[in-house]
């Protein structure tokens, strides 16, 4: 298991298990990027994202069970694991959860 330290306080803030998702602060994460062709929203670490489909609000936590959909326009909420909350207006987008990776491509 590897440790990661915060390089200017020593402080550990995160725990690699190579089998897993990534500790910050002792709670799960999850890696995330939501983007589009020309920008990048958000690009790391997660405690949780939250959007929705056709069939109403959903939330992505660390471990959930690989997963598509197809996104139509809403606020996403993703919260960080060293930073504060961030909303992002949507037109719409695709949602694909993998192995504790989330990566939702916007505007298609």
């Known amino acids: 298991m590897a440790i990661r330290q915060d390089a200017s306080t020593g402080q550990i803030v995160g725990k690699l298990d190579s089998n897993g998702p990534v500790e910050v602060d002792g709670k799960l994460t999850m ?3 939501v983007y589009e062709p020309f920008k990048t929203y958000f690009e790391g670490r ?3 994202i939250s959007a929705e ?3 109403g ?5 660390p471990h959930h069970h690989n997963f598509i959909t197809l996104l139509i326009p809403c606020d996403i ?3 960080p694991a060293h930073a504060k909350e961030q909303r992002i207006r949507i037109s719409g987008g695709i949602m ?3 192995k ?3 990566i939702v491509f916007l505007d298609v």
């Open 77 to 79: 909420v993703v919260r």
């Open 53 to 55: 489909s056709a069939t």
């Open 96 to 98: 694909h959860v993998k």
């Open 57 to 61: 609000p959903f939330d992505i936590l």
């Open 46 to 48: 997660a405690f949780s």
């Open 31 to 33: 890696e995330l990027k």
């Open 100 to 102: 504790d990776r989330v």
